[in-house]
């Protein structure tokens, strides 16, 4: 029912500048466009939301596997023609393995003759065309169908964030069950967590106030790839250091954060 709905408005449509919401992470762009429909029972408001590099993410993916599926497949059937093969259960479970995924997007048939067995398969362009114009798109809903359509986002992303907020609390920065057991140390732990998330939503900032569309959780992942190597000798003196040249991506970074690099010695 809600695919029915998302199926209504084409990403052409949705792709206008007075349905334009925000910019989202990394060079995305989020467009909407709201209506009331039946729905479960009830009248409700619904958003369809594209998200741009969703939509282009999700058709290069199945475009990819589609291929290889296609590729092998072919290969498959060449290796029939010149053998012998006679059990048809054992191909019939070759094809749908080397289409798994994407057997869907594929009509296949068998023939058995003289003992021999073939295959013939084609794409079905029908369903890549149908399943390709759900890429991108998700649907929200309220039962407050005098809700518009971007407050209905903004409620929606709010909580997103703050969902978010404890999943980097409970994962980055660590807070989970602790074997503290005197107040002042479970305070402190609890503190130190908190502040961590702090200095995460401060980097979110900081990036943003540069222009970087990045998250903070993939900014420091980019410099985690920084890499600085010392050289020490058998007694342990320092002979060489040498310091990771930083990508493109790594260079912007630092510089946002006024990071210094630090050059090589030897």
């Given at each position: 029912m809600v695919k029915a709905i998302l199926r209504e408005v084409e990403a052409a449509e949705l792709l206008s500048e007075e349905n334009f919401v925000k910019d989202l992470d990394e060079g995305s762009k989020l467009y909407a466009v709201?209506?009331?429909?039946?729905?479960y029972g009830k009248e409700r408001k619904v958003v369809i939301c594209y998200d741009t590099k969703k939509a282009a993410s999700k058709k290069r993916d199945r475009d990819e596997k589609i291929k290889r599926a296609e590729a092998e497949l072919s290969a498959y059937?060449?290796?029939?023609?010149?053998?012998?093969y006679?059990?048809?259960?054992?191909?019939?479970?070759?094809?749908?393995?080397?289409?798994?995924?994407?057997?869907?997007y594929f009509k296949c048939t068998y023939t058995s003759e003289g003992g021999r067995i073939t295959i013939n398969?084609?794409?079905?362009?029908d369903k890549i065309a149908d399943v390709e114009r759900l890429d991108g798109k998700h649907a929200l809903m309220s039962t407050r169908v005098t809700m518009g359509t971007k407050e209905i986002i903004s409620a929606y992303y709010d909580k997103d964030g703050i969902e978010k907020a404890f999943?980097?609390?409970?994962?980055?920065i660590g807070?989970?069950?602790?074997?503290?057991?005197?107040?002042?140390?479970?305070k402190a732990h609890i503190f130190i967590c908190y502040l961590s998330y702090l200095l995460m939503k401060t980097l979110e900032h900081m990036l943003k106030k540069g222009g970087l569309k990045i998250s903070a959780e993939n900014a420091l992942k980019q410099l985690g790839k920084v890499k600085y190597v010392v050289v020490t000798n058998p007694e342990g003196d320092v002979t060489a250091s040498k310091l990771s040249i930083?990508?493109?991506?790594q260079r912007e970074i630092m510089d946002v954060l006024r990071v210094e690099y630090i050059k090589s010695e030897t």
């Amino acid at each position: 029912m809600v695919k029915a709905i998302l199926r209504e408005v084409e990403a052409a449509e949705l792709l206008s500048e007075e349905n334009f919401v925000k910019d989202l992470d990394e060079g995305s762009k989020l467009y909407a466009v709201g209506m009331v429909r039946q729905l479960y029972g009830k009248e409700r408001k619904v958003v369809i939301c594209y998200d741009t590099k969703k939509a282009a993410s999700k058709k290069r993916d199945r475009d990819e596997k589609i291929k290889r599926a296609e590729a092998e497949l072919s290969a498959y059937r060449a290796k029939l023609a010149k053998g012998n093969y006679r059990k048809m259960e054992k191909v019939v479970s070759k094809v749908k393995a080397t289409a798994k995924g994407v057997s869907t997007y594929f009509k296949c048939t068998y023939t058995s003759e003289g003992g021999r067995i073939t295959i013939n398969f084609k794409r079905r362009d029908d369903k890549i065309a149908d399943v390709e114009r759900l890429d991108g798109k998700h649907a929200l809903m309220s039962t407050r169908v005098t809700m518009g359509t971007k407050e209905i986002i903004s409620a929606y992303y709010d909580k997103d964030g703050i969902e978010k907020a404890f999943c980097c609390i409970k994962q980055p920065i660590g807070l989970r069950p602790i074997r503290h057991w005197l107040d002042g140390r479970v305070k402190a732990h609890i503190f130190i967590c908190y502040l961590s998330y702090l200095l995460m939503k401060t980097l979110e900032h900081m990036l943003k106030k540069g222009g970087l569309k990045i998250s903070a959780e993939n900014a420091l992942k980019q410099l985690g790839k920084v890499k600085y190597v010392v050289v020490t000798n058998p007694e342990g003196d320092v002979t060489a250091s040498k310091l990771s040249i930083p990508s493109r991506e790594q260079r912007e970074i630092m510089d946002v954060l006024r990071v210094e690099y630090i050059k090589s010695e030897t």
